[in-house]
């Protein structure tokens, strides 16, 4: 399988090469060439097959031949070693969760197969240069990403995040591993943290030295994986005559635009919800047909927090840039903060049920969009373990809630971090470490 740039002025190349490139060098995002639906009898046979077997199927096409059928299975193997249980909440109404990795956030499942591809990549090279992972975070990605590539050879991991503005779990997600893991706390904000990893891609005297890579949800390694979740849903479902409506929790609409591809690949589902918060671009775009970037607004569903979805044009080339077509199989709704809460409190008063508050967000957009489809049956998906947002979910809640023994022993752990303060400090640090 080749992938092209959705900017038109690059050669297309392999999986491995959009892996190791990251973004196309036009900066255009890279997109499949061909997305082939899968036969019928795959769908039909979900609950037969082991999802080690289902996560195969769905992704080999897109791999194709840069990695031979043993390793993928490996790789798949090693990603998908914890569970993606499906919550059934009312007859209609389902929670996804996929907080169950090792950071409790569903980002692992994309961190960690793209880790274990790379690392593939990186011992194939008879140079054996080593590869530069180079990421900003806002909270969740740094850990994931650290998490994920912990000890994969021939991969160094560095990741920029501003100090002060993550929580105390993803602040020690990050600082805490050592080995191949570098983090770089930064005397500044999330988008210093990204603007100076976006100048050392540009950098030449830092391109010499180092091989430089991203693990953002831009890197289709990290992106297609992602499909994965729906199609284990389906597997739990337990009405599957009735195709159900997916609800996701959208940032940058890496997640979301990976249930479209399952979509494309022959999955029977009857539409999709994108659950925002404030920052309300899709819906916006959805109603007057226009898409107006917007500066991103704070809010407690943090990671969401997203003026601009870099994946959004994945998904209008998925619909042929149709927006007819789009919006027959796409809705879109904004939610705000004080909404968030309330369906929070609601979930755990009427079911018992602790949600994040990205998660909520995905319930309200379900549960408003099954309001006006009275046969429709659905399914939210829960992307970040409750833990992660403790403040905010006690206040709710009025409650304390449990903390895990493996954050304990996190809390327990010394941080590490190396003080940057401005551009020349991380370019001294890129060239001299
Ligand atoms: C990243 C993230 C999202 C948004 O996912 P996108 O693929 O960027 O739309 C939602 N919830 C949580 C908890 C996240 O970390």
């Known amino acids: 399988m080749n992938y092209y740039s959705l900017e038109g002025n690059a050669p297309p190349v392999s999986f491995k090469e959009a892996v190791i490139n990251g973004i196309a060098p036009d900066k255009g995002l890279y997109f499949p060439e061909s997305i082939n639906p899968l036969p019928t009898g795959f769908f039909n046979e979900l609950t037969t097959l082991s999802k080690n077997e289902i996560a195969f199927q769905l992704i080999q096409p897109f791999v194709g031949s840069s990695i031979p059928q043993e390793t993928l299975e490996n790789i798949i193997n090693e990603t998908l070693d914890f569970e993606f249980p499906l919550i059934p909440l009312t007859d209609r ?129 990290r992106w297609l994986p992602q499909s994965f979740y729906y199609l284990f849903a389906l597997q739990q479902l337990k009405e599957r005559s009735n195709p159900p409506v997916f609800s996701v929790p959208s940032g940058n609409f890496g997640n979301i635009c990976a249930g479209m591809v399952a979509y494309k690949l022959g999955m029977p589902v009857t539409h999709f919800v994108a659950s925002v918060n404030s920052n309300a671009v899709v819906p916006d775009y959805l109603k007057t047909g226009s898409y107006a970037p917007q500066q991103s607004i704070a809010t407690i569903s943090n990671a969401m927090d997203v003026g601009d979805p870099s994946n959004f044009v994945r998904i209008q080339k998925l619909f042929e840039n149709d927006f007819g077509k789009l919006s027959q199989m796409l809705t879109s709704y904004s939610f705000s903060d004080t909404e968030t809460r309330a369906a929070i409190e609601e979930l755990y008063e009427r079911f018992n049920y602790l949600a994040d508050p990205h998660g909520a967000v995905g319930y309200l957009g379900l549960q408003k969009y099954l309001s006006a489809h009275p046969n429709a049956q659905g399914i939210f998906l829960e992307t970040a373990h409750p833990i992660k947002f403790l403040d905010t979910v006690e206040a709710v809640i009025d409650k304390k809630v449990t903390i895990p023994n493996a954050i304990e022993e996190l809390i327990q752990k010394k941080k590490k971090s190396v003080a940057i303060k401005n551009y020349s400090e991380f370019k001294a640090f890129m060239l001299h470490s």
């Open 93 to 221: 109404i389902s929670s996804l969760e996929l907080y169950h990795g090792p950071t409790l956030a569903f980002k692992d499942v994309g961190a960690r197969f793209m880790a274990r591809c790379l690392g593939y990549f990186a011992a194939l090279d008879s140079k054996k240069k080593e590869i530069t992972v180079l990421v900003a975070t806002s909270g969740d990605t740094g850990g994931a990403v650290a998490n994920g590539f912990l000890g994969v050879e021939g991969v160094t991991v560095v990741i920029l995040y501003p100090s002060g503005k993550v929580s105390e779990i993803q602040e020690k997600q990050l600082t805490t591993l050592g080995k191949n893991i570098t983090a770089l706390e930064v005397d500044g904000t999330f988008d210093n943290c990204q603007n100076m990893v976006k100048n050392a891609f540009v950098d030449p005297e830092i391109t010499t030295k180092r091989t430089l890579t991203s693990a953002n949800s831009i890197n289709v390694a």
